[in-house]
């Protein structure tokens, strides 16, 4: 079956730092991945659609300058999310659009990000 | 825009069948997922419904009505591993992407 990764599935920084999160499809060509954030006991909220070679596309709401996103390849997308605070702190989970089975969604395992 | 109403908890016994109800009022609609998410893990896919009808996968069902905006999951021989949080998410018609409910966090009982 398709699998996504994400790296790493932890991470602790301090307040001002930046954090770059991979999602990376691993047997299979994605154009497209999305980028979910999840607060504890809610469920996920899109932030980004990140589409190969092009600019992604920001939900309302969510600060372009803050959460940059990279989709520089058919197999990688990166979240940096620029000098991190608390409110920060939250799971981040890709997921990747195969190119075949447009209908399916693959989802990454998570960053579990805590900002002190 | 999307709205997605599922209810916030259910509780069934093991052995058991429980049915998750999931509504949505959507400007595009191009599928309905159900994932079951572990507390601390990624979703995982449970069934695609695109058209009206029921979907049958083993223990797992789901049903779509589009006219009603309306699906369910029905989870038969429940298992203790069934407990878990059940998201209901709808693709739209424009960029593909899915709006998820908020989830049913669903506990069985021996």
């Known amino acids: 079956g398709a699998v996504v990764s994400q790296h790493p599935s932890r991470v602790i920084c301090k307040s001002g730092t930046s954090v770059k999160i991979e999602c990376r499809s691993l047997d299979f060509q994605a154009t497209t991945m999305f980028w979910y954030r999840q607060f504890p006991k809610k469920s996920l909220m899109l932030m980004a659609t990140?589409?190969?070679?092009?600019?992604?596309?920001?939900e309302q709401g969510v600060e372009k300058d803050k959460f940059l996103i990279n989709h520089a390849s058919l197999t990688l997308s990166t979240l940096t999310v620029t000098s991190a605070h608390p409110e920060d702190s939250s799971f981040y989970i890709c997921s990747a659009r195969s190119t075949v089975q447009k209908w399916e969604q693959f989802f990454g395992p998570g960053t579990r990000l805590t900002v002190l | 825009g999307q709205n997605i109403d599922q209810p916030t908890e259910m509780t069934a016994t093991e052995g058991a069948i429980v049915q998750i109800n999931c509504t949505y009022q959507?400007?595009?609609?191009?599928?309905l997922f159900w994932y079951q998410q572990h507390a601390g893990e990624a979703p995982t896919f449970l069934s695609y419904n695109v058209l009206d009808g029921l979907e049958e996968k083993g223990r797992f069902s789901s049903f779509l009505s589009r006219s009603k905006g309306y699906s369910y999951l029905l989870l038969k021989e429940l298992q203790m591993k069934d407990s878990a949080s059940y998201l209901c998410a709808v693709r739209d018609t424009n960029a593909g992407k899915s709006t998820f409910g908020d989830g049913t966090t669903l506990t069985v009982k021996p």
């Open positions: 990140s589409n190969e070679g092009s600019k992604a596309t920001y």
């Open positions: 959507t400007s595009g609609f191009n599928g």
